[in-house]
Nanobody
Framework: VQLQASGGGSVQAGGSLRLSCSAS????????MGWFRQAPGKEREFVAA????????DYVDSVKGRFTISRDNAKNTVYLLMNSLKSEDTAVYYC??????????????????WGQGTQVTVSS
């Protein structure tokens, strides 16, 4: 499967952005999806994940209550709605996919496919 992330940009602290990740292929609904991010000089970190059906979602503690992951299997797209953005959310955001019926853990090695990344910059 090929992934294409979009929706990044520059926003002031407290603002919102919605990232999208479009997937190719006919079996999108068989994949759990995740979002990761990498800030300059830091390791890539888990942000959120969603099961193939959308019935289960996991988040890193730092974004709980502010970010929402969702998916539309009819459109082969997963979303990350980011509200109340903070300067520490500044990073390149990547979407990822793995063919599994469960929600993967928060490790990048658990995912098989990656998008190219989209930059999110939050100014204070």
């Amino acid at each position: 499967v090929q992934l294409q992330a979009s929706g990044g940009g520059s926003v002031q602290a407290g603002g919102s952005l919605r990232l999208s990740c479009s997937a190719s292929g006919r079996t999108f609904s068989s994949y759990a999806m995740g979002w990761f991010r990498q800030a300059p000089g830091k390791e890539r970190e888990f942000v959120a994940a969603i099961s193939w059906s959308g019935g289960r979602r996991d988040y890193v503690d730092s974004v709980k209550g502010r970010f929402t992951i969702s998916r539309d299997n009819a459109k082969n797209t997963v979303y990350l709605l980011m509200n109340s953005l903070k300067s520490e959310d500044t990073a390149v955001y990547y979407c990822a996919a793995v063919a599994t019926m469960i929600v993967p853990g928060p490790h990048d090695y658990e995912y098989d496919y990656w998008g190219q990344g989209t930059q999110v910059t939050v100014s204070s």
